[in-house]
């Protein structure tokens, strides 16, 4: 059971614009920068949004990030067959020493 | 180019200890963290604990307490984690991260993953 909640999967179809949530709690999200992943197949995670809504170098900006209180969203638009990927959100969390925790992942078919 | 190089796939027993290397190279090795994240077959990713590369201080899982321990090498920028009293839940892929910004949860550089697995 991850601490961030994201739905397992979302679709849609070349051109099309999709979200992906991400709900969280006063300790994480609600207090901390919401950070998103792309994990390509057999690839390791790339980070995608950080800061809530802030692009790395490289990362198009079809790629968009927002949040509100203790939810966040990832929306693509444009999709195209390339961005079929796992989606995982992660946050720091206030509670005990202080950790990292992620969203139990969203895998995003194009159809 | 900025990489992190990860140490090869490990087979081991339940009960032993593995210890896996992450080498960085095109940066400042002290000027970061490194983050150690896990990801079992087919499941998500879970975050395993953090180490300054500048001073050496930890923070790790409060699940992990106990049977992992990370280190650094500041003169080859190398990071470690070794994890002990291996259990078949252990098994995973094991990535080494880049810490962009400290207490963030937003990691800019990932090495390529170490397969480990626990099996008798």
């Known amino acids: 059971q991850s601490v961030l909640t994201q739905p397992p999967s979302a679709s849609g179809t070349p051109g099309q614009r999709v979200t992906i949530s991400c709900s969280g709690s006063?300790?994480?999200?609600?207090?901390?920068?919401v950070n998103w992943y792309q994990q390509l197949p057999g690839t390791a995670p790339k980070l995608l949004i950080y800061?809530?809504?802030q692009r790395p170098s490289g990362v198009p900006d079809r790629f968009s990030g927002s949040k509100s209180g203790t939810s966040a969203s990832l929306a693509i638009s444009g999709l195209q067959s390339e961005d079929e990927a796992d989606y995982y959100c992660?946050?720091?969390?206030?509670?005990?020493?202080?950790?990292?925790?992620f969203g139990g992942g969203t895998k995003l078919t194009v159809l | 180019q900025v990489q992190l190089v990860q140490s090869g796939a490990e087979v081991k027993k339940p009960g032993a200890s593995v210890k896996v290397s992450c080498k960085a190279s095109?940066?400042?090795?002290?000027?970061?963290?490194i983050s150690w994240v896990r990801q079992a077959p087919g499941q998500g990713l879970e975050w395993m604990g953090w180490?300054?590369?500048?001073?050496?201080?930890?923070n790790y899982a409060q699940k992990l307490q106990g049977r992992v321990t990370m280190t650094t090498d500041t003169s080859t920028s190398t990071a470690y984690m070794e994890l002990r009293s291996l259990r078949s839940d252990d098994t995973a892929v094991y990535y080494c991260?880049?810490?962009?910004?400290?207490?963030?949860?937003?990691?800019?550089?990932w090495g390529q993953g170490t397969m480990v697995t626990v099996s008798s």
């Open positions: 180490i300054s590369a500048y001073n050496g201080n930890t």
């Open positions: 006063s300790s994480n999200i609600g207090s901390n920068t």
């Open positions: 991260a880049r810490v962009a910004a400290a207490g963030t949860g937003a990691f800019d550089i």
């Open positions: 095109g940066y400042t090795f002290t000027s970061y963290g």
């Open positions: 992660a946050a720091w969390d206030d509670s005990l020493n202080g950790s990292v925790v």
């Open positions: 800061s809530n809504n």
